[in-house]
């Protein structure tokens, strides 16, 4: 079923971008969620054309950390028209791009513990080593990428 999934998502036409950030390198939330703005913005900006084509913007969240949330309000409040977007909370289990940003993120995550030579048993038990996880998943992934 997970190689299944991954081939979906190969096929569907999504584009991503992901943000990394180790939480223990920040004294508080809103150092974060200040960094987290900046990083959002300046990636708006350089895609702005992009996101200007769409009629509207649907920003879906869970809102599963405060300082994520506000940023991503702050950020694309601060870059789009307020017409131009609207939040959707992601209900995982109804909602299929919430379950594919999941997957596309979950690689992502995945290549940086692989990197760090910090992978566990699960990464290796879902992906194999990592020339197999480079090969059929990231690659693979990194396609999708804006």
């Not at 200040?34 to 990083?39: E, G, H, I, N, T």
């Not at 995945?110 to 990464?123: C, M, N, P, Q, R």
């Amino acid at each position: 079923m997970f190689v299944s999934f991954g081939v979906f998502v190969q096929r569907l036409p999504v584009r991503y971008a992901t943000f990394s950030y180790k939480s223990r390198e920040f004294g508080n939330a809103d150092r974060l969620r200040a960094l987290l703005k900046r990083d959002l913005v300046l990636f708006l900006s350089d895609h702005l054309e992009y996101f200007q084509s769409f009629e509207t913007v649907k920003v879906y969240y869970d809102n599963g950390q405060p300082a994520v949330a506000a940023a991503l309000r702050d950020a694309i409040g601060f870059m789009l028209a307020k017409d131009a977007y609207v939040y959707r909370d992601a209900n995982y289990r109804a909602f299929c791009l919430a379950q594919v940003a999941d997957y596309l993120c979950d690689v992502e995550l995945s290549a940086l513990k692989y990197e760090s030579h910090t992978d566990t048993a699960t990464d290796v038990r879902f992906f194999g080593g990592i020339g197999a996880f480079k090969r059929n998943y990231l690659k693979q992934a990194r396609r999708k990428r804006l």
